[in-house]
């Protein structure tokens, strides 16, 4: 196992398009999380996983942001109608008991 | 909710010197974990240090080092001896043991450069 993989690295969209991401947890991770970083900020909670029950989402994530995670494994992260407001960088994490290993993000630009 | 501050954006420290990084937070939970992540500029987050609420001993690895008060909810990152590849932003974060309700929740970050 290679750590966790996020698919794409990089995404140009047009505004009003809908844009899905993937990512691949630690196999033996029962938690998954999503962030969402801008420049020079820290991680934003999106939402997060115990293996297929979403247990929370942020306030951030507006009704266009739906996350699954189908048989716990891997999720998605489905951003519908994007704005330019959405362009930033896309974290994902998994975590056992204690700290959390992080992806190489999706970095999604809307132009 | 919990809540982590970083309330330095930015510091500079000269190679082979030491540096300490500060975190605050707020919890009303006794048991937790508080972490600081390393970001580099190829921005993939890397962790640098893990500690248990539970534990009295501060967490040490190699050149990194914390000060942790709990009662104080304060935690510090010390970086002795630094290095050129120590320059990244540095996050603190927070996780509740709790079985619900333990997402990790970061700080600002800080950025932290290293002059030759």
């Known amino acids: 196992d290679t750590g966790v993989s996020q698919n794409p690295r990089h995404k140009i969209t047009k505004r009003g398009q809908n844009v899905t991401f993937r990512c691949d947890p630690i196999s033996e991770h029962n938690r998954l999380y999503w962030y969402r970083q801008t420049l020079g900020q820290g991680p934003e909670f999106l939402t997060y996983?115990?293996?297929?029950?979403?247990?929370?989402k942020s306030r951030l994530l507006s009704d266009r942001f739906s996350a699954e995670r189908p048989k716990g494994s891997f999720s998605t992260l489905e951003i519908q109608r994007t704005e330019q407001g959405d362009s930033a960088m896309y974290l994902c994490?998994?975590?056992?008991?204690?700290?959390?290993?992080f992806g190489q993000g999706t970095r999604l630009t809307v132009v | 909710a919990q809540t982590v501050t970083q309330s330095q954006p930015e510091m500079s420290v000269q190679e082979a010197e030491t540096v300490t990084l500060s975190c605050t937070y707020d919890t009303s939970e006794s048991d937790y974990y508080l972490f600081w992540y390393k970001q580099p500029p190829s921005r993939q987050m890397i962790l640098v240090i893990r500690q248990e609420a539970y534990k009295q001993q501060n967490a040490t690895e190699n050149r990194f080092s914390v000060n942790f008060q709990k009662a104080a909810k304060s935690f510090s990152l010390k970086i002795s001896d630094s290095q050129l590849g120590d320059a990244a932003m540095y996050f603190c974060?927070?996780?509740?043991?709790?079985?619900?309700?333990?997402?990790?929740?970061f700080g600002k970050g800080t950025r932290l450069h290293i002059l030759p």
């Open positions: 996983f115990q293996n297929e029950a979403q247990l929370e």
């Open positions: 974060a927070y996780r509740s043991e709790g079985y619900r309700d333990d997402k990790i929740i």
């Open positions: 994490a998994s975590t056992g008991h204690t700290e959390a290993f």
